[in-house]
Antibody, heavy 120, light 108 residues
Framework: DVQLVQSRAEVRKPGESLKISCKAS????????IAWVRQMPGKGLEWMGI????????RYSPSFQGQVTFSVDKSISTAYLQWSSLRASDTAIYYC?????????????WGQGTLVTVSS | EIVMTQSPATLSVSPGERVTLSCRAS??????LAWYQQKPGQAPRLLIS???TRAPDISARFSGSGSGTEFALTISSLQSEDFAVYFC??????????FGQGTKVEIK
């Protein structure tokens, strides 16, 4: 079965760095894009960007360009989302999702989400 | 950036009723549109892709229609487990995917 398992909830102070993970299993990791989606408290879904697992080709939403960095480690089928300097406004749930570009085009499998809380 | 607008923001419905949710794109997205369901405390789940193709294991009471700029998600007979928030998403303008703001389906 396809699964995306995300790292646990994190609490950080403003200005701190953070890297969260999304471990894939049950499919050929390099064959798909992984998307990252933000959901702020009580709000809707925001697409942050995507990264191709085969070659780390990353595309960012203009709203998130320069604010976050995506990466992958093919050897352990894991994608990462990282911040170098967190702000209180980064408090949200972050989801990873697999995008099946060639068939459905949509995000067909989702991680359970990682809650990031940034507070002094 | 393509803007996706969903209406209404909230729908109050009784179990067994038929409901239709709308999603409008600011420019044509062809059939590159998906619908997701999100229940409280859960990750979103894919319901419909390519505007009208049900995802595996999704009940036949869910159907999607439309193309271009106007789309709809219809639930033929609302069940208790269908009360949730529904999001549409376009994946036409590479690589600037966007979501609608969501429609909450609540119990009347």
């Amino acid at each position: 079965d396809v699964q995306l398992v995300q790292s646990r909830a994190e609490v950080r102070k403003p200005g701190e760095s953070l890297k969260i993970s999304c471990k894939a299993s049950g499919y050929k990791f390099p064959s798909y894009w992984i998307a990252w989606v933000r959901q702020m408290p009580g709000k809707g879904l925001e697409w942050m960007g995507i990264i191709y697992a085969a070659d780390s080709d990353a595309r960012y939403s203009p709203s998130f360009q320069g604010q976050v960095t995506f990466s992958v480690d093919k050897s352990i089928s894991t994608a990462y989302l990282q911040w170098s300097s967190l702000r209180a406004s980064d408090t949200a749930i972050y989801y990873c999702a697999r995008q099946d570009i060639t068939t459905t085009g949509a995000f067909d499998y989702w991680g359970q989400g990682t809650l990031v809380t940034v507070s002094s | 950036e393509i803007v996706m607008t969903q209406s209404p923001a909230t729908l109050s419905v009784s179990p067994g009723e038929r409901v239709t949710l709308s999603c409008r794109a600011s420019q044509s997205v062809s059939s590159n549109l998906a619908w997701y369901q999100q229940k409280p405390g859960q990750a979103p789940r894919l319901l419909i892709s390519r505007a009208s193709t049900r995802a595996p294991d999704i009940s036949a009471r869910f159907s999607g229609s439309g193309s271009g700029t106007e789309f709809a998600l219809t639930i033929s007979s609302l069940q208790s487990e269908d009360f949730a928030v529904y999001f549409c998403q376009q994946y036409h303008e590479w690589p600037l995917w966007t979501f609608g703001q969501g429609t909450k389906v609540e119990i009347k």
